[in-house]
């Protein structure tokens, strides 16, 4: 199986499956010296931990990683650091009854057609349990990225038809964990975790949309061809299980603007150059341009519900599924840390390389 591995020169490559005896990742290229946050780490994995309230999933696991390498004496060594997370509310008999069922909108079908074999327990590695890994990972993109200045935060926009109307510049972002639902905008959440509460009750799962806001990138993180900066964090956004869209900046509703409109023209404060919009999102030509990288990710509603469905087994013949087994009815909370990490994954990385193209002896 290809494709596990992520990044350049910060390169992470998660292992392990949804049921079982663990998941973890190996991050290779970190280097030495980065102060090793062990808090950080077990705070963002409880973030995308299962059961944590009423509207997410009520699989319980504790998400307490096990650090096998790559650390000293709280600092990272340079070499690669191994990050293990034991899985143990495993219910693999949960999926007996889907063993043959090709269940709607999953990777059952796709699987079966591309290896000729599956792991039904829960998916195996198509299970959202692989970000979990993710999360580990960014969680020391951060430690190193904040050494730098740079900060991350994600947070809910949209459940459902329920969105958030002020701009990420007007909400106080900090208020995005204060609730269940991860909206900074408490009266917005309510209504969210409403719906959630009222779809879960009907049998059924509804998806939404995360933002995420980057600041304190300098200008020049990024390659400018095949390895531009929206892209990668494009590539990484629709890795995550359930995202089916990406934009950054003014995305798709910039399509609809004129060039009068949509530039970002130039100024300065005397002191920085920055534009006075940021309808390009903090980048422009694939390199970040100063201002703050600002990006959207929409995310389908979760593909097992209880409702009675259609489809067909191994055999193709027609059968009804009633799903089994703990779900989530909407994604969206506990997918804020994986935006995160996928976010710092790829800036940690862009960082890496912008410092490997420059002679810091030359003169500009």
Same mark, same amino acid.
């Given at each position: 199986m290809a494709g596990n591995t992520l990044g350049t020169l910060f390169k992470l490559t998660t292992f392990g499956e949804s049921h079982g005896p663990a998941i973890g990742v190996v991050i290779d290229g970190c280097p030495a010296q980065v102060e090793f946050d062990m808090n950080l780490l077990v705070t963002d994995l409880q973030r995308r931990k299962p059961g944590q309230s009423a509207i997410t999933t009520s699989r319980n696991e504790d998400e307490m990683p096990e650090v096998l390498s790559g650390v000293f004496d709280g600092k990272t060594t340079g070499a690669p650091i191994c990050i293990l997370i034991k899985n143990k509310d495993q219910r693999p008999a949960d999926y007996d009854t889907l063993k043959d069922v090709w269940r709607p909108s999953h990777a059952d079908y796709t699987y079966q057609a591309k290896y000729g074999y !599956?792991?039904?327990?829960?998916?195996? !590695?198509?299970?959202a349990r692989e970000t979990a890994a993710r999360v580990a990972a960014g969680a020391v993109a951060k430690m190193l990225l904040r050494q730098h200045g740079v900060h991350i935060q994600a947070y809910v926009h949209q459940i459902g038809n329920i969105a958030v109307l002020q701009p990420y510049s007007e909400l106080n972002l900090? %208020?995005?964990?204060?609730?269940? *639902?991860? =909206?900074? /905008?408490? $009266?917005?959440? &309510?209504?969210? $975790?409403? @719906? #959630?509460?009222?779809?879960?009750?009907?049998? /059924?799962?509804?998806?939404? &949309? #995360?933002? =995420?806001?980057a600041t304190g990138v300098p200008a020049g993180w990024g390659e400018p061809v095949f390895d531009k900066l929206h892209a990668q964090l494009g590539k990484a956004m629709l890795s995550i299980n359930a995202c089916k869209g990406f934009e950054i900046?003014?995305?798709? $509703?910039?399509a609809t603007k004129k060039g009068s409109e949509q530039n970002d023209s130039w100024t300065t404060d005397g002191q920085k150059i920055h534009t006075q919009t940021n309808n390009s999102g903090g980048v422009q030509g694939g390199i970040s341009n100063g201002e703050d990288i600002y990006f959207r990710c929409a995310f389908k509603p979760v593909s097992? #519900?209880?409702?009675?469905?259609?489809?067909? +087994?191994? %055999?193709? +013949?027609? *059968?009804?599924?009633?799903?089994?087994?703990?779900?989530?009815? =909407?994604?969206?909370? !506990?997918? *804020?840390? #994986?935006?995160?990490?996928? =976010?710092?994954? *790829? @800036?940690? /990385?862009?960082m890496l390389m912008q410092k490997a193209a420059v002679n810091p002896n030359a003169k500009s």
């Open positions: !599956r792991d039904y327990r829960g998916s195996g !590695r198509a299970s900090k %208020q995005t964990e204060t609730n269940a *639902v991860r =909206c900074p /905008d408490t $009266e917005t959440a &309510i209504r969210m $975790e409403k @719906l #959630i509460a009222e779809t879960k009750a009907a049998g /059924d799962s509804v998806g939404g &949309i #995360i933002a =995420c806001v900046g003014s995305g798709f $509703e910039g097992t #519900i209880a409702k009675v469905q259609q489809t067909l +087994n191994k %055999q193709g +013949n027609p *059968v009804e599924l009633e799903a089994t087994g703990r779900h989530d009815p =909407c994604v969206l909370p !506990r997918a *804020v840390p #994986i935006v995160e990490a996928m =976010c710092a994954v *790829v @800036l940690a /990385d862009m």
